[in-house]
């Protein structure tokens, strides 16, 4: 099997991951933040979990909880707006400043169901951090608070990212090219 052709190395990946976690701390690491009001990280599985954990290891400053969301690929069939959320968070966002983690911000569905749903339960502030935004494909308006790259409208995998379930184990974000997958060396 032919490994994906490297679009961001592993070097980048953990460079532009350590900013976002400095610039997060940032903001949220307050002198007059309670110890008692962490920052409710919630990653949507299961393309977010490398992302997350790699970002959530580089915040020392900041009092977290980390949770997450499962939201149905619309890309089964389904229409594109209707997405549904297959396993919910088990933290109440009530009053809680919360982070959303996203792997890659595409048509941009996914992510306005789960941000107006957080917001409509309470939640004090909701900002969305995602590690890929692939804007020329958007349909319906996010904003991404803390942005890891910016990528043109390509298949990706790797770090977290899937083709049918394969290559999320890769550690840097590659082009999924069909043909390079059936391919063996
Ligand atoms: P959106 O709702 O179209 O913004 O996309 C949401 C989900 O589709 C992302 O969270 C990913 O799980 C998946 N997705 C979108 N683009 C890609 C890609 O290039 N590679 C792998 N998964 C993707
Ligand atoms: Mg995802």
């Known amino acids: 099997m032919k490994r994906p052709k490297v679009l961001i190395s ?13 610039e997060i701390q940032d903001d949220y ?8 009001d962490p920052l409710v990280c919630i990653g949507v599985l299961t ?6 954990v790699d970002l ?3 915040i020392d400053r900041l009092p ?25 968070v088990g ?4 009053g809680r400043d919360v982070l959303l983690v996203e792997d890659v911000v595409d048509t941009g569905y996914t992510l306005r169901t789960v941000l107006d749903l957080l917001r409509f339960r309470g939640a004090r502030s909701v900002r969305l951090c995602a590690l ?18 910016e990528i043109e409208d390509h298949f990706v995998v790797g770090y977290g990212l899937d083709y049918n379930g394969l290559y999320r184990n890769l550690n840097y974000i590659g082009v999924y090219d069909g043909e390079a997958a059936e391919d063996e060396e």
Do not use: M
């Open 91 to 94: 933290t109440s966002v009530r």
């Open 56 to 58: 959530l290891a580089r």
């Open 132 to 149: 890929l935004d692939k804007s020329s494909a958007r349909q319906v308006e996010v904003p991404i608070a803390y942005k890891g790259f």
């Open 10 to 22: 592993n070097d980048d990946l953990r460079r532009r991951v350590g900013e976002l976690a400095d």
């Open 47 to 52: 393309g977010s979990v490398f992302f997350l």
């Open 64 to 88: 977290t909880r980390i949770d997450f969301f499962q939201t149905s690929s619309y890309r089964g069939g389904t229409s594109p707006g209707e997405v549904r959320i297959l396993k919910d």
């Open 29 to 36: 690491a307050t002198p007059d933040r309670a110890a008692d």
